[in-house]
């Protein structure tokens, strides 16, 4: 009871009655504050489509295209959904208010009203103030979102997948009243200038041929980017795809496509959109004549020293490198002359007598090889880096090592052979590329072509005119060279050959825990190891003749018995070497034992939502462990399918090695039993009871 005294009056409260005068501040402290409906929660943070449409007065349409070019999603919402409206799509209010303020929903309502007076005017049959109106129709632009949705370089680049994806695709597709053909011309367009840049650069970094196009990869100041080139087919046109939705992604992503295009060649130097060229004879609107077009353009921007390269830029890289060269450091400058005067004492040395050498060969403490070889390295990365292009792009190790894979070879593209994506990797990796037609700059007769790519089953007989100097190969050689980095023999690759796998440069093998047996060859011939050859294949290459094959083959036979002879004349294993075997292995099953006891033990000692993720972790290793062991079943019968298939020393297939087998076994059965007395062979009188049938003795 506290203080409070029996038969004493209760004290009356300190606070006043709450009154009309009393501010609200004060009225809340003293009791809560009645709220809303919707107001807070997931009510007030999602908002359904049809109050999005309510709230912004504008049609389905032009919401669904604001949200595209914004970059706006639907939100699905955890736990409940607002409303208990559960099929319905959300999106978040601020989403939404972002929206609100955007410039381009003002230009929506006002081509919504153009459109009516232009309506109006058709309908009244004013047919010229309805093209004086038409005139001044309001325009939009996207940069504000291009620049509102990327802030960095970087982050545009590493957006760049869906875009380039999307615009291949257009420019694959025919013009139609779905697609204007505009739309596709532009696609062609921006295509064949990234096309371009990365082969002329040397971006390209990987490729693989699928059943749904092309992937190439590129990477860009580090960031890769990667996307699907069709292949030149007739392409299907469904009906259940809505081309107004890709349309306004190709809008935006058009846009962005300017702008990393117009960074990437001011940054060397050259002015883009670039001029156009006539292709020749070529189809004007094919694929390969826009990026025939860019590549002689782009070419010609480089060589030359004014025109296409405006003057500013040349300027500021002038005032770059002079200001390079004032803010060198000490330490660089002295590193420089003690390279200088290490590479003048190496020469020198070269020039001194043997005697001289020997006589002072403990005292000198010049290295004769470094310095050179430093020199000559840095000679060879300025000569590629000033080779490729522009003052100002300087390429990596790797970069350099992809540029010099191709260099000094001549490709020479056959007339069935998809010239668009093979022309981007061969130019890409320092190589030259020549086609059939009146615009290449390389002849079928030129004698400095190294490859002929072609894809035929076999060659045809004009080609037997051409010099002899080239390797005819299929188009799968340039790929998986530019993969592994590596020049793969020809041999595999010839015409009318079995290829070998198509492996893709995306998986990683350690990861899988599956390294796939030409992967594996690779990478032995990579370490400068032979080829690994079966016995019959190296006995068979050594043989000149069926003779000689015989001859081999019995020799082998002789030694193989001569060594089963000696294994059996061995003396047999003494009882104390098989007595510590036994002990070793009773000790490591043992110990396995007791490997599996302690990880049983563990696993009671867990608790339920460890022993649920310990659970989960070894079910993905146990799966990931069935497909490997389901890869190698495969890999193994595969393998003695093909060695099934293959011929003797001789030349004989296994069935005509088992017919003659046999035959030799019926020869010999018969030998024995003419011995005798008696005779297999039938009877070649009358018809009678034992015709056919074995003499019996």
Known sequence: MGNRVKGREKKKSIKAASHSKMGS??????????????????????????????????????????????????????????????????????????????????????????????????????????????????????????????????????????????????????????????????????????GAYCSTAACITKSFISVKGVYLEASIRGVPIRWVVPHAFTQFMPEDVDYRVMTTFFEFYETLLQFVLYKLYTDIGVRYPLPSIEGGDEVKGSTSHILGANLRSLTNAINSSGGDISELVSESIKEKEVAKAKGKSKAEKKKEKELIKSVGAALNNLNEESDSDEDNGAEDDVDVAAPLKAALESMVDEEANAKIMGKELELDDDSLARRRLFSGFTFFLSREVPRGYLELVCLAFGGKVGWEGSNSPIGVDDPTITHHVVDRPKLPSSYSSLPKSREFVQPQWILDCANFVFLLPVAKYSVGASLPPHLSPWVDNEEEGYTPAYAEEIERLKNGEPAVLGKAETDSMDADSPEEAEEIGSEAESKESESEDESDGDEPIPEKKKKTVSKKSRAEKRKREEEEEAKVLAKTMMSRKAAHLYGRMQHGINNRNAKVENLKSKRKAIEEENRSKKKDNLGRTPAKQKLDRLKSERKRIEDEYSNTGGSMKKSKHGRGKGRGKVKRV
């Open 25 to 194: 501040k004060r009225k809340l402290s003293r009791m809560g504050k009645k709220q809303k409906r919707h107001n807070s929660g997931l009510e007030a943070t999602f908002i359904g489509r049809s109050k999005c449409l309510k709230m912004l007065q504008i049609t389905i349409k032009d919401f669904r295209r604001l949200c595209i070019l914004k970059g706006i999603y639907p939100r699905e919402p955890r736990g409940r959904f607002p409303g208990q409206k559960k099929g319905q799509t959300f999106y978040h209010i601020k989403d939404i208010r972002a929206i609100a303020h955007e410039p381009i929903l003002d230009k929506f309502r006002e081509f919504r009203a153009f459109m009516k007076k232009i309506r109006r005017a058709a309908g009244r049959n004013e047919k010229d103030e309805a093209v004086r109106k038409n005139a001044i129709c309001p325009t939009y632009t996207l940069h504000h979102l291009v620049r509102e949705r990327y802030p960095r370089f970087n982050d545009a680049l590493a957006d760049l997948d869906d875009a380039l994806t999307l615009t291949y695709l257009f420019a694959a597709l025919p013009g139609t009243t779905s697609i204007k053909s505009k739309v596709v011309n532009k696609a062609k367009s921006l295509a064949a200038a990234w």
